[in-house]
């Protein structure tokens, strides 16, 4: 078997050679493009979840340091003044007169209520006090203690005229004041006093704090019409503080 030959340039027309032709490749033949190299480009959600979870994390982180940094000023302040809380009692509570109506109630309390700072070193400055006063656990009458300040070691004496008239009240509030008020030992009352206060240590001050005290044990009779004020019972009566901390709706 021979070898072929195949001459590499063609003779032309002129005496010249032609320059050599090759076969057309693949893409060519199909008219294809010549295409890029893919270069995936880097994903815009993955870098606005990347910031998210960075921002997150230290707000998270500012938000611990920031609660170490107050307990740590708690711990310090209660180590040098070692704070005890104010004490309540109702020392004296008389009814005037509790009636109801078709829609709603009518009342007269006086209250004395004395509250007693039992701190060497603190002084408490209390705002403007609410006052309820709940019959069966329905608010039967409303009143106010002004702001005072309460001085170290020391007793101060609060008193206040409650009243309420015909205050509106629900079909379910007024049939169970209505059934408090047969019963045959008095009307079970209650005292709630709503307030806010700061202690004063030398030159330290705290932010006001939300606090709430409740007397309970409380019974009166209703007086007849026309007659004196009902001096109600107070020896069993237990009055309990409780701080309130508001955070955004929350109250704790």
């Known amino acids: 078997m021979t070898d072929r030959v195949f001459p590499s340039a063609k003779p032309t027309a ?15 033949l199909y008219g294809a493009t010549t295409r890029s190299a893919y270069r995936p480009q880097p994903s815009r959600r993955r870098h606005r979840r990347g910031c998210c979870c960075r921002c997150c994390l230290w707000t998270t982180v500012a938000f611990l340091v920031l609660l170490l940094l107050i307990a740590a000023a708690a711990a310090i302040f209660y180590a040098l003044y070692r704070p005890q809380r104010p004490s309540f ?23 004395t209520v004395t509250a007693r700072n039992p701190n060497k070193k603190v002084v408490y400055i209390y705002s403007p006090t609410s006052i309820s006063v709940l019959a069966s656990d329905v608010d039967v009458g409303d009143g106010k203690f002004p702001a005072f300040v309460h001085g170290k070691r020391n007793s ?26 047969k019963g045959k030992n008095g009307v079970p009352l209650k005292v709630k006093l709503d307030t806010k206060v700061k202690m004063k240590a030398g030159g330290l001050k705290t932010p006001r704090i939300g606090i709430r005290v409740t007397c309970d044990g409380i019974r009166a009779t209703v007086p007849a019409a026309g007659k004196a004020p009902a001096v ?17 709706k929350w109250t704790f």
């Not at 002129?14 to 060519?28: E, L, R, V, Y």
């Not at 109600?232 to 955004?248: F, G, P, Q």
């Open 14 to 28: 002129n005496g010249g050679t032609a320059t050599p032709t090759f076969p057309a490749t693949k893409a060519q």
């Open 89 to 111: 009692s109702v020392t004296s509570f008389r009814l005037a007169y509790l009636n109801t109506t078709s829609s709603g109630v009518s009342s007269k309390f006086n209250l």
């Open 156 to 181: 101060t004496v609060l008193r206040s005229s409650i009243t309420s008239n015909n205050q509106p009240l629900d079909s379910d509030s007024l049939s169970k004041l209505k059934s408090a008020l």
């Open 232 to 248: 109600a019972s107070t020896a069993n009566v237990k009055c309990k503080v409780d701080t309130r901390i508001k955070i955004w």
